[in-house]
């Protein structure tokens, strides 16, 4: 394997390079039709497998995403893999899944020594599934390729862990804050204000970022909230829904001033482009956008919301406050909108000039998105609230 961009996360210290011209590459490449087909079922392997051997890695995984239908985690990473396999020979196509993949694992607190389960598990996997098709040639490539995988997200994720702790109030790992207030700001949102035990601060972060919410609380698992407050305060503030049966906004909902919760610092890659912008939010997903219009409400041209009536409509004063236009859109009064009406009617002065911000359940997102691109608008950017990649491109 000499030559090749890694073969171990722990043996290996050259750099993330493309892996065109590895044999491991090509013995992917050529396997990846094979795999392809037989994917989910090593997806549906490996997260029990891991689980029941390592309790370790088992506590960063929340439930839902595993086992609610359809189980959007192991979507996500069925994808990945499938991408990974057929973009081998130009791993730059993975740019952006990996940054999100990344940021993702670094709310979570993922480190480099967890990467050794996750290979040694799904290696398991892929000779439990595909069986005699493993020769111990595939076997070695697809090892190769997986810790050369490993090796891209460690080296991108010591750089984000770095950079978030040398930003101005940063940290690293998961530190305590205190509850020090709380604020309906919706039928089932409330506003929560997080200040830090240590007493430290401002904090400073990307407007758009997450949060991630450790609970000190027997079989909880991390979560992540949009930090919904400008950067630069002593505080940070999250604005979490009440969902039917949620582990953590039930606990949240619950929660008083003085009790103490540990707070991952905000990483995500979800962002203003500098550009002006059209903000288009359904339900919480308006938390991105409140943080938007306390950071640079000069950047923000429109802000478009939809919910099912005022009440339940967050951050509504604070979006109609702003000096953008705005149009609300309540369903228990005017029905279920057309996402080609509502870019007909509200949103087409902006197409040109400017770029939109969505945030919302998947199929307000997939809607929105695919009315906006059929308007002609040049660039889109969507924040999903779950696993961003359990969708296929
Ligand atoms: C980048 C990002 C930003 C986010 N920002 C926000 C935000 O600003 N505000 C916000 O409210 N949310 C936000 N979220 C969503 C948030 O992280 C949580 O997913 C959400 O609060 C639900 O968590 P929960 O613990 O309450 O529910 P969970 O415990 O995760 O449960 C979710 C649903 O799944 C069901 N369920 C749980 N376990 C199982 C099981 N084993 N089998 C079948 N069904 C099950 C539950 O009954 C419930 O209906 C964000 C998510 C991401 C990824
Ligand atoms: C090569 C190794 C890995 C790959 C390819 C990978 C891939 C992914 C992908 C695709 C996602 C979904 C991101 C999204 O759609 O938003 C994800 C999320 C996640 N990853 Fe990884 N990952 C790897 C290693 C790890 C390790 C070592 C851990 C820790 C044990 C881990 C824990 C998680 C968790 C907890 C989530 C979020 C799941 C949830 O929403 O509950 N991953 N990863």
Redesign the pocket.
Known sequence: MSGCPSTAIVKSTSPAVTMSGCPFAAIVKATAPAVAPKVREIVDDFYPRMFSNSPEAKAFF????????PPLQRMALANAVVAYATSIDDLSKLTGALEIIAH?HCGLGVKPRHYSIVHQNLMESIGHVMGDAVTPEVGEGWSEAVLALAKNLCELEAKLYAESAGRRGGWKGVKDFRVAGTRRVATD?VELTFKPVDGAGPIDFTPGQ?LTLHLHKQGSTP????V?NAPGKDYLQ???????????????HGMKEGDVVGVSAPF?T?KLSGRPAVLCSAG?GA??MKCFLDSAPEQVKFVLHIDRDEAAHPFRKEMEASSAGTHFHYTDAGGRPEAAALVEGALKPYLAECDFFLCGPPPFLADMSAALKAAGARSIHL??????LAQPN
């Not at 979560?223 to 949009?226: E, G, K, L, M, V």
């Not at 969902?243 to 039930?250: I, K, L, N, T």
């Not at 924040?383 to 961003?388: E, H, S, T």
């Open positions: 929340n439930p839902a995403n595993q086992f609610k239908e993702k949102c997450f979560r992540h909230y949009t919904t999250c604005c979490p829904k009440l969902v039917e049966g949620g582990f953590v906004s039930s606990a949240l995500g979800f919480v938390t991105p924040d999903v609230f779950g696993p961003a």
